[in-house]
């Protein structure tokens, strides 16, 4: 797929007509079109790069806490792989990124195409409408075939990244080209970082949802608004000190080599948790037009709406730099917000208002919402959203549904796993050089190919070092272990998150019991990945047979 579906906009917006199969599909000859001989419900998923569970906060994001505070929000919801293609796919497929293959932004020369067994080809199968609607940050859905009907999403190669620097350099002409007409005459322009702007995006979404109206629908919105350096400034100006004369007055670069190598002060830290708050808070104005819009078009009542995130992001706290997928210190990158509306059971949430169970776990919130604190995970939502839909799910999923949840029901105990992503860089923030096995940065890791337009791809050489460098975790409600290979071995390291929350003191030394419990739990799920086993208490990737290709 490219920058658009290959079907014109015009006349595939509405999906696959009559609920033909999608590309990737498995056809499921069980699966219900309809719940009780009703209209199934439409599904809208809003979703941000870099989303940070504590910043689902009136201060910051009003809209989308107004509707938290009448759905279910659930505090503790955690991603396995801080970084956006995998992530999707992930959230897409209810599987771990283990199991679907794609395990990182940059992709292998084998990195599966389709096949994915997603929510959209399945509530294609069922008679949806499906599409996904996405700016800089949404190349996944350029690249990997997850059954959406309806692609607008940007397809990142050498060509195309090339354009976008000539763009990015014609500043004179930037206030016209980052306009509405611009966009068209420069589709480019959408995957400039510097001109991330959520309100067009959000302008596209509701167009997609005035499109598939007449049909029930499967909607994915990506915005990158947090996800890019620039922050808008009516929403900046707003949660900044305007006092502020740093090198950080209107950006927040990931990489401090932009913006000259000394760590950042105090007054610094602030001003880029600052930028970061407006670019979420743009992101909230932009949902809000998108929520004003179904309401508009007569859809809020029978449309389902999910928030949340592929990963989350680290704002310099610990000492940690900022980014994502990097470390699994801390909660900043993998905890995310999640948020369900279903109309049909919110009222239920409203009849507990007079008597809520003040218990750990959860209970009533405010406005007739439900505030659930159990553990969850980013495999769990597609389950859910089967269930609430009435389609028959795979057997082969790796989370469990949350719907029990959204009547109030207790969740069962679940352990929450993680990976970390590619390190792009030899020297990373937040992770000491004695703590990682060693690799080559972007140069030495990628190559240009061929095959894919001249995307950037793994050099095959890299594949297996890469995996077996990665740092995993398993958490539960209060402990987390980090499993980390080293030049000396692998150490384990544990945090009690109770007493700990910024996870500086590793208490391994003093609880070898809980380290015992959930070192068991995460060889578990690591030796769950086909392609690795345990040698001589390392993840490795499995011994080829000689002569074996």
Request: charged letters at 25%; aromatic letters at 6%; a neutral charge.
């Amino acid at each position: 797929p490219g920058a658009r579906s290959a079907v014109s906009a015009s006349s595939s917006v509405g999906g696959n007509g009559g609920g033909s199969a999608a590309p990737g599909a498995r056809s499921s000859p069980d699966t219900p079109a309809s719940l009780a001989g009703e209209r199934p419900p439409n599904v809208l998923v809003l979703a941000a790069g870099s989303l940070r569970a504590d910043r689902l906060d009136p201060r910051v994001a009003p809209n989308l806490s107004k509707l938290a505070a009448r759905a279910t929000r659930f505090d503790r919801a955690y991603v396995s792989l801080p970084s956006t293609s995998p992530s999707w796919v992930t959230i897409l497929s209810g599987r771990y990124a283990h199991r679907h293959g794609v395990r990182s932004d940059v992709p292998t020369r084998e990195e599966p195409a389709g096949a994915f067994d997603a929510l959209p080809a399945r509530f294609a199968e069922a008679g949806y409408a499906t599409g996904v609607v996405s700016d800089r940050a949404g190349g996944v859905f350029g690249r990997a075939d997850l059954g959406f009907a309806y692609v607008d999403a940007p397809s990142f190669d050498a060509r195309r990244r090339s354009r976008q620097q000539v763009l990015e350099r014609a500043a004179p002409h930037l206030p016209v080209l980052h306009t509405r007409a611009g966009r068209l005459l420069f589709p480019d322009m959408r995957e400039v970082g510097s001109a991330t702007d959520p309100r067009l995006l959000a302008e596209d979404v509701a167009a997609a949802l005035r499109a598939m109206r007449d049909r029930p629908f499967f909607v994915a919105a990506f915005f990158s608004a947090a996800d890019a350096p620039p922050s808008p400034a009516p929403c900046s100006a707003a949660l900044t000190d305007c006092s502020y004369r740093g090198r950080f007055k209107y950006e927040a670069p990931v990489s401090l080599a932009a913006a000259g190598a000394a760590a950042p002060d105090a007054a610094d830290v602030r001003q880029v948790q600052g930028l970061y708050d407006g670019a979420v808070g743009a992101f909230d104005a932009a949902t809000g037009r998108v929520l004003a819009a179904l309401e508009r078009l007569g859809l809020a009542e029978r449309t389902i709406v999910v928030v949340t995130a592929g990963h989350g992001e680290s704002l310099f706290e610990g000492g940690r730099g900022r980014g994502h997928g990097a470390h699994l210190f801390g909660d900043e990158g993998t905890h995310v917000p999640l948020v369900i509306y279903d109309p049909r059971v919110a009222g239920a949430g409203a009849r507990d208002v007079a008597s809520p169970r003040p218990d750990a776990r959860g209970g009533a919130g405010e406005a007739g919402g439900r505030r659930e604190r159990a553990l969850v995970r980013d495999v769990d939502l597609a389950p859910t959203l089967y269930e609430l839909a009435g389609i028959a799910p795979p057997r082969d999923l790796d989370g469990r549904s949350l719907a029990p949840a959204l009547r109030g029901a207790p969740l069962a105990p679940r352990f929450a796993y993680a990976e970390t992503d590619l390190w792009l860089d030899e020297d990373v923030p937040g992770l000491p050089a004695h703590l990682r096995l060693p690799y080559p940065g972007l140069v030495g890791l990628t190559e240009l190919d061929a095959r894919r337009g001249a995307a950037l791809v793994l050099r095959e050489e890299m594949r297996e070092v890469t995996r077996t460098a990665r740092h995993r975790m398993v958490r539960d409600a209060r402990w987390k272990l980090v499993y980390a290979p080293t030049r000396a071995g692998v150490r384990y390291m544990l945090f009690d998150t109770e007493a700990d929350p910024g996870e500086v003191d590793d208490v391994a030394a003093a609880h070898p019991d809980e380290v015992a419990r959930l070192r068991a739990a995460l060889w578990s799920w690591m030796l769950e990945d086909p392609t690795m086993e345990q040698r001589d208490g390392f993840l490795v990737p499995v011994r080829r047979l000689e002569g074996a290709r």
